[in-house]
Nanobody, 127 residues
Framework: QVQLVESGGGLVQAGGSLRLSCAAS????????MGWFRQAPGKERQFVAA????????YYADSVKGRFTISRDSAKNTLYLQMNSLKPEETAVYYC????????????????????WGQGTQVTVSS
């Protein structure tokens, strides 16, 4: 059974930092692209970042470039998202995503491109 389990969410003040983790099990995700999405109340799920299996290629939404860093530890089958300089409007449930593909292009920005989802972790940024 495939499982993606996020952790690391919480409450942080504006300008603060959080590091999210996503532990993958049940399938070897080491060779696949993985990523992060977020969904604020009443809004559509939004792409945040993605990374290839080797970590050699990363891709970010324009809104988070320079503040968020996606990384992965293949030995631990774990994905990370370091979030710095957080803003109140980034309050959302953050979801780990796994794609059954090896390459990154703009099509992975859409939710329909994702093959597996985690259950989500709440991030709340207070002003």
């Amino acid at each position: 059974q495939v499982q993606l389990v996020e952790s690391g969410g919480g409450l942080v003040q504006a300008g603060g930092s959080l590091r999210l983790s996503c532990a993958a099990s049940g399938r070897t995700f080491r060779t696949y692209v993985m990523g992060w999405f977020r969904q604020a109340p009443g809004k559509e799920r939004q792409f945040v970042a993605a990374i290839t299996a080797t970590g050699g290629t990363t891709y970010y939404a324009d809104s988070v470039k320079g503040r968020f860093t996606i990384s992965r530890d293949s030995a631990k089958n774990t994905l990370y998202l370091q979030m710095n300089s957080l803003k109140p409007e980034e309050t959302a449930v953050y979801y780990c995503a796994a794609y059954l593909r090896y390459y990154i292009d703009s099509s992975l920005r859409t939710s329909s491109a994702v093959n597996y989802w985690g259950q989500g972790t709440q991030v709340t940024v207070s002003s």
